[in-house]
């Protein structure tokens, strides 16, 4: 293989881990986002009576 092509392969060999380090990162953010959705959901809000609120504003 000449040098030119050995260095375009490099290239594109490097893109390509740098392409799948990014798609990991991107799915391991969606998988968060998914997470942080499904907890919302499963978690009802708490009704705070005044009392408690003063409470825990201190």
Avoid: G, W, Y
């Amino acid at each position: 293989m000449p040098d030119h092509h050995k260095a375009i392969f490099c290239t594109i060999s490097q893109k390509m881990v740098f392409v799948r380090s990014l798609n990991a990162q991107v799915q391991k953010q969606l998988n968060n986002l998914n997470l942080t959705i499904q907890l919302r959901k499963e978690t009802k809000p708490m009704k705070l009576s005044l009392k408690d609120a003063e409470f825990l504003d201190r």
